[in-house]
């Protein structure tokens, strides 16, 4: 898959998932806004239900008289005939009642703000609770009763309220401020469509936190299910980034493979054609010297074949360690002796600084010493012109580490998270002759890791590398 195609995927699925988000968003929004008009559309509706029991309670004449009487200094309605006199006859008493109905029914229409002082607290509440309930309104809220005439409340939150200086005190609690501008509220005791004696106005504190919790399980759903598919897309993304980085690394080591392997087999082509040529073959000197070009290039490829196979091992964790004493400043002596060949052909210098006391550790020789020869093979490999490397041993608490340093070409902070890869091999730059499969250091980790040590590395471009192995001394395999 091309580099443009998974842009093309990461970008078509990013415009996707922002298009969800947004119409999610918006449908939620819509289904606030949905259920705060239809609470709304309740509230007033209870409020008018509330309103119409509070003025046909106001329809009692002696309520009103002495109510009227308190403010004005004498009655307005009067009866001739009490109803409830049982000595009068039964038409004179309905004729009574009828009459006490058609007045109390618009006394209040007469002085609509004496009515408004005659609603009774205990029924307002009880009218204001069954009203909510019926409608499966079950919050905490404040409510009040505003007279007009004198721009107070006259009842609020269950109590009676007095005016003072223009500041209401309540006999119980304090001041609903909120109560002021509340958007729930109507009418009492209105004469046509100017004159109105008050409101009954309710204000809830929670009122947000309900609307939002009727959408909570949505809300939560979604997010839960966007969220999913936001992991389920980068997992799939990264799997494909992988499987790219995966598939360029393998055509890489095939392609590093090829060039190996071209060589030692191109070279023993050449010398076994060569021992065929009659003129050599009475030469038992050059015979010799061909069949040990052979000998060598053979052990070449063997070599690479085994480390092949080796990482194979690692892999599948088939591989038994030898466990076994090993003396690690012996090791690293070898080992120096080995690559200082190879160093001081190419005029550089290669210096052992052992400084180990207790140098003895369990492990698998074989495979310490390949670790060994690896890092030096490394720092020898990407180091330019002449090398200049240092192979140290020292004592740690719990063991013992081996630290590997160059001035080579060093490594970027990319490379640095990725150099114990497989087949991941650093950009030499302008140095065109390193060879090998990128397996080197996954091994060495892999081996580190095996005798339960540690491996870490410090590098600056153009300034070396400095590699550190450490190996613990109460090393124990599984038995």
Same mark, same amino acid.
């Given at each position: 898959?091309?580099?443009? @195609? /998974?842009?093309?995927? @990461? ?26 008009? *239809?609470?709304?559309?309740?509230? /007033? ?19 009103? $008289? ?5 403010? +004005? ?5 009067? &009866? ?7 000595? @009068? ?24 703000? %004496? ?41 609020? *939150? ?7 200086? $223009? ?32 409101? !009954? ?5 929670? +009122?947000?936190? =309900? &609307?939002?919790?009727?959408?909570? #399980?949505? &809300? ?12 389920? =897309?980068?997992?799939?993304? *990264? ?21 190996? =392997? ?7 082509? !050449? ?71 190879? %160093? ?33 093979? $490394?720092?020898?490999?990407?180091? #330019?012109?002449? #090398? ?27 490379? !640095? ?7 991941? +091999? ?14 080197? &250091?996954?091994? %060495?980790?892999?081996? %580190? ?8 590395? +410090? ?12 190996? #613990? ?7």
């Amino acid at each position: 898959m091309s580099k443009r @195609i /998974i842009q093309s995927i @990461i970008i078509l699925m990013s415009i996707s998932l922002l298009g969800i988000t947004i119409i999610q968003y918006v449908w939620l929004k819509r289904g606030i806004e949905v259920n705060a008009e *239809n609470f709304d559309d309740k509230v /007033i509706f209870a409020l008018n239900r509330v309103k119409q029991q509070i003025e046909e309670d106001a329809n009692d004449v002696e309520t009103f $008289n002495n109510l009227y009487k308190q403010n +004005r200094g004498s009655s307005i309605f009067k &009866l001739d005939i009490d109803p409830a006199d049982q000595a @009068i006859s039964p038409l004179d008493r309905y004729r009574a009642d009828r009459l006490k109905n058609q007045i109390g029914s618009t006394a209040w229409f007469i002085e609509p703000s %004496v009515a408004l002082y005659s609603v009774d607290i205990s029924d307002v509440e009880k009218y204001l609770n069954t009203e909510l309930q019926d409608q499966d309104i079950d919050l905490d809220y404040d409510y009040g009763i505003y007279s007009n005439k004198d721009s107070v409340f006259v009842i609020a *939150n269950g109590s009676y309220t007095v005016s003072v200086d $223009n500041e209401e005190q309540f006999s119980e609690g304090g001041e609903a401020d909120a109560l002021y501008e509340s958007a729930y509220q109507v009418n009492l005791f209105s004469i046509g469509d100017t004159e109105t004696a008050g409101s !009954l106005r309710i204000f809830f504190p929670k +009122r947000g936190t =309900f &609307l939002f919790s009727a959408i909570l #399980p949505s &809300l939560i759903s979604s997010i839960l299910f966007t969220g999913l598919i936001l992991f389920c =897309f980068i997992y799939t993304i *990264n799997i494909i980034l992988t499987q790219k980085k995966v598939s360029q690394m393998k055509t890489d080591f095939i392609n590093n493979m090829t060039h190996e =392997f071209k060589t030692p087999i191109a070279t023993i082509s !050449l010398a076994a054609d060569s021992i065929n040529n009659p003129m050599i073959m009475s030469r038992p000197e050059q015979i010799k010297r061909y069949a040990g070009i052979i000998k060598e290039e053979n052990s070449r490829m063997l070599n690479q074949v085994e480390k092949v196979l080796q990482i194979a091992k690692l892999d599948k964790e088939d591989f038994e360690l030898k466990v076994t004493d090993i003396d690690i400043n012996e090791l690293a002596k070898s080992a120096v002796e080995m690559t200082a060949l190879k %160093v001081n052909d190419r005029g550089g210098t290669i210096k052992a600084l052992i400084q180990s006391t207790h140098p003895v550790v369990k492990g698998d020789e074989n495979h310490v010493s390949n670790v060994i020869h690896n890092l030096l093979d $490394n720092a020898n490999k990407y180091s #330019p012109d002449k #090398p200049n490397i240092t192979l140290e041993t020292r004592d740690v608490n719990n063991g013992i580490e081996i630290i590997v340093s160059d001035e080579g070409i060093g490594m970027s902070k990319e490379d !640095l998270k990725r150099i114990f890869e497989k087949f991941y +091999r650093v950009s030499t730059g302008n140095i065109h002759d390193v060879k090998g499969f990128g397996l080197g &250091l996954s091994y %060495v980790k892999a081996i %580190v890791d095996a005798h339960k040590g540690r491996v870490s590395v +410090r590098s600056e471009l153009g300034k070396g590398s400095v590699f550190t192995v450490f190996l #613990p001394t109460n090393f124990v395999t599984k038995d």
